[in-house]
């Protein structure tokens, strides 16, 4: 875990956590960035890969540029003052996954990715504000952090700009950021990052953000998918002498209720929110892995022996895993915003499955006598959600 030197981590959740920044220093010592400046570039080139480059032409003059890119782009750059933005990679490679399990004081559903950003000196994206938290974990080189909590409102931006880059922004406080150092910022708090050097490269581990527009559509979404609303609307006591063309405000409220008391159903708002904080989004679905076919499967009993003689399993970073407990005590599993059957495996396997992205054989053996467990294994490597540690 990080480690919060000044504060604990109590302290951090309730007086920090969304609500202001907070500098951490040292949170990850003899922090060592597990990918160069080449291989970030490298992951670049590739089309299926969401990278982007920004370049500082003048002060308000920024230049985005989307991937793939090529060499030539690479040999057409300045010498100071861009940035290379890479998307996703805890998905590409499993060091940096790693680094997630350093936050695991927070649900692993809120995360939304790693992204890596390398700069030469001057490099920047610009001062801004986002919707959702983040820590910005400096990994190499030096990087100078403006942070501010005026003006974060959506008219105040430059316009004729690609990026949303804000007009106003009155400097509140200023950080150098050595490696292993963090910055947290909750949302919609304005930061202007500049590097010093030209080895800077920076972690954002962001977690996502929910505007009430999309819960309210999901969860509309999953009513109707599992056919969970099929009460009727009765109206309310008829008056006499009523005006025939007027909704009046009772017929409203008697809609309310009927709605509330479905948001009053604990349990299917548990099931629903849990299958929407497991979804993919777009550009993560795109990147699951293919089931295998029939003919790379083999018995149930070749692959609990196999078991028996790997190092483990290990999740697909690209997949979300979550649990939840109802009224009842039950656990129930949830995959890529499913329901997952749980072939009757213990409950405390399925909090053991969500809650780590590594399976080392040890922590799986008191439980592979289960039938349940071994199909619910099976299940999953099938569909490639789960893998053999190499």
């Not at 057409?76 to 998307?87: A, D, G, I, K, R």
């Not at 149930?300 to 790997?310: G, S």
């Not at 890529?336 to 780590?356: E, M, R, V």
Request: some cysteine.
């Amino acid at each position: 875990m990080i480690q919060f030197q000044e504060i604990d981590l109590p302290t951090f959740l309730s007086d920090y956590w969304q609500q202001k920044p907070l500098l951490i220093r040292n949170a990850l010592p003899d922090f060592t960035a597990p990918i160069s400046p080449e291989e970030l570039a490298g992951l670049s080139l590739e089309e299926e890969i969401e990278s982007r480059m920004v370049i500082q032409h003048a002060e308000e003059d920024y230049e985005l540029k989307r991937g793939p890119f090529s060499e030539e782009d690479y040999a057409s750059l300045p010498e100071q003052n861009w940035t290379l933005l890479v998307q996703g990679c805890d998905r590409l490679l499993p060091e940096v996954a790693d680094i997630l399990n350093d936050f695991d004081f927070l649900p692993r559903w809120r995360i939304d990715d790693i992204m890596i950003s390398y700069a030469v000196s001057g490099g920047n994206v610009g001062p801004h504000f986002d919707h959702y938290d983040v820590f910005l974990l400096q990994a190499s080189g030096q990087r100078r952090w403006y942070i501010t909590s005026q003006d974060c409102h959506e008219d105040n931006y430059i316009q004729g700009v690609d990026l949303r880059l804000m007009q106003t922004f009155k400097v509140e406080e200023e950080f150098v950021l050595n490696p292993g150092d963090i910055l947290y910022l909750p949302p919609k708090v304005g930061h202007h990052g500049v590097a010093l050097d030209d080895q800077c490269m920076t972690f954002s581990i962001g977690y996502r953000s929910y505007r009430g527009q999309e819960l309210w559509d999901s969860l509309g979404d999953h009513l109707s998918e599992m056919s969970l609303f099929k009460e009727l609307y009765y109206d309310p006591k008829m008056p006499t002498g009523l005006n025939p063309g007027e909704v009046t405000k009772e017929a409203a409220l008697q809609a309310k209720k009927l709605l509330l008391e479905k948001l009053e159903d604990e349990n299917l708002l548990q099931n629903w929110f849990a299958r929407f904080a497991t979804q993919l989004d777009q550009s993560a679905a795109q990147q699951l892995p293919e089931p295998l076919s029939e003919e790379e499967i083999p018995d149930l009993q070749d692959f609990i022996d196999a078991l028996y003689q790997e190092h483990g399993l290990i999740k697909d970073p690209v997949c979300r895993f979550a649990y939840t407990e109802a009224d009842d005590q039950t656990t129930q599993l949830y995959i890529n915003g499913s329901h997952w059957n749980k072939f009757g495996a213990p409950d405390a396997f399925i909090q053991l499955l969500a809650n780590h992205n590594f399976l080392p054989r040890e922590a799986l053996e008191p439980y592979l006598n289960n039938q349940g467990v071994q199909e619910l294994l099976f299940d999953l490597w099938k569909t490639q959600y789960l893998l053999f540690i190499e």
